[in-house]
């Protein structure tokens, strides 16, 4: 199995949980991939355990990649550490494929050199923004990372800590209250593509905001979204 090749134009091309296409998502291997391929980011989803540490999770349950019903956000990162992840063909015959943590995911865009883009999953406290922020600061990567959420608090409290922080904020539907609030909070725009129209792409960029599209995976819709001028493709298998 391998990408599927796309005339991207000036998009830059993200990974969508790691290259989910071909690995399982959101697991260290999925960032590798994406890691040895020609993506300009990796994109990842962060939770809080319940003893205080941040997992790589979509879910709250790991119930839809392992099979068990762990609510990551109610056990420890140990717990849900012990689950072994589902591989592409549903098999469970690689130890490897376990939850990351958020460091794991850090550390590997940082060898690889690839921008992170870090979806906000739950709905973090400011004493926990500041420390998800401070980890990454602690791994010297801070200054590459975009953080995105549909909590739009969650962005809120990034900037009132990190002001210069690249934010984007997550919508599937576009409507004209979501884009006055990100023009007036000058938050770029992560927007389910299928929301998009070339106006709506203008319009952002015309106020100076940065335009992400996900989760494009045919080569027709990422050559649409790539001439429409969209600054970021997320997907799972376009490359």
Not at 174 to 203: M, S
Not at 207 to 226: F, K, P, Q, S
Request: net charge negative; charged share 30%; with cysteine.
């Amino acid at each position: 199995m391998n990408t599927i090749k796309f005339d991207k134009k000036n998009a830059l091309v993200v990974a969508h949980r790691g290259l989910s296409g071909i690995e399982r998502e959101n697991t260290n291997a999925a960032f590798v991939a994406a890691g040895n391929r020609s993506y300009y980011g990796i994109e990842t989803d962060f939770r809080r355990t319940a003893d205080g540490k941040f997992i790589i999770s979509h879910d709250q349950s790991l119930k839809r990649v392992s099979g068990e019903d762990v609510d990551v956000e109610a056990v420890s990162l140990a717990v849900s550490q012990s689950v072994v992840l589902f591989d592409k063909d549903d098999t469970k015959d690689r130890a490897d494929l376990r939850p990351a943590t958020l460091e794991n995911y850090i550390s590997i865009c940082k060898k690889y050199e690839k921008h992170c883009v870090l979806e906000l999953k739950s709905t973090f406290t400011e004493e926990e923004t500041a420390a998800y922020i401070e980890i990454i600061r602690s791994l010297g990567y801070l200054e590459h990372v975009t953080f995105i959420s549909f909590i739009y608090e969650n962005l809120e409290k990034i900037r009132a800590i990190y002001p210069e922080a690249s934010v984007q904020f997550l919508f599937s539907e576009l409507t004209d209250e979501i884009a006055e609030k990100v023009k007036r909070d000058r938050f770029d725009v992560d927007a389910y593509f299928k929301t998009l129209t070339k106006e709506a792409v203008d319009d952002f960029h015309a106020a100076g905001l940065v335009v992400n599209c996900w989760t494009v995976d045919t080569a027709e819709d990422g050559e649409r979204m790539a001439e429409w001028g969209v600054d970021f493709i997320t997907s799972n298998i376009l490359e």
